[in-house]
Nanobody, 116 residues
Framework: QVQLVESGGGLVQPGGSLRLSCAAS????????MKWYRQPPGKERELVAA????????NYVDSIKGRFTISRDNAKNTVYLQMNSLKPEDTAVYYC?????????WGQGTQVTVSS
């Protein structure tokens, strides 16, 4: 049974940091490209960051470059999103996504709220 379980969301003040985790099971994690998406209130879901199976290549949306870092630990079947210098516009539900060939899986999401 495939599972992607996100954790680490919460309420943080502007300028603060959070680290999101996504624990995977039920598939060969190291073969999959892992991505973080987010969906702000009332808006479309957008891709935030991606990392290849080996972790050798990463990509980021321009709005978070220099503030967020995606990483993975294939021994723990976990992908992370370190978020620094958070802004109110980073408020969203953050989703973990796994893809390989025609296979695609989503997590249930974790809420991140940036507010004073």
């Amino acid at each position: 049974q495939v599972q992607l379980v996100e954790s680490g969301g919460g309420l943080v003040q502007p300028g603060g940091s959070l680290r999101l985790s996504c624990a995977a099971s039920g598939f060969t994690f190291s073969s999959y490209t892992m991505k973080w998406y987010r969906q702000p209130p009332g808006k479309e879901r957008e891709l935030v960051a991606a990392i290849t199976g080996t972790g050798g290549s990463t990509n980021y949306v321009d709005s978070i470059k220099g503030r967020f870092t995606i990483s993975r630990d294939n021994a723990k079947n976990t992908v992370y999103l370190q978020m620094n210098s958070l802004k109110p516009e980073d408020t969203a539900v953050y989703y973990c996504h796994a893809s390989w060939a025609l296979f695609s899986y989503w997590g249930q999401g974790t809420q991140v709220t940036v507010s004073s």
